[in-house]
């Protein structure tokens, strides 16, 4: 897959989120910004992300995903 095609399915499973994609091989490393992670749990964040990629991992095209999440705010801060 596309970098471009990675980051619309994000966008369009998470709201207002904004999505760096990085590949090396079928390894995809992602950075998400978006306000809808306000309140959610580490965890509940990934589910969100990863629910926009479940059917390229079903079918192998993802094969492992490494990702950070952040609400503005928590993006503000790293930078």
Known sequence: MQPEQIKALVEAKVPDSTVQV?????????VVVSPA???M????????V??????????GTIQAV???????????QQQ
């Open 22 to 30: 990085g590949i090396d091989g079928s390894h995809i490393n992602l």
């Open 37 to 39: 992670f306000e309140g």
């Open 41 to 48: 749990t580490p965890v509940k964040k990934q589910q969100l």
């Open 50 to 59: 990863y629910s926009a990629l479940t059917d390229s991992i079903a079918q």
């Open 66 to 76: 490494h990702m950070k999440t952040f609400t503005p705010e928590q993006w503000q």
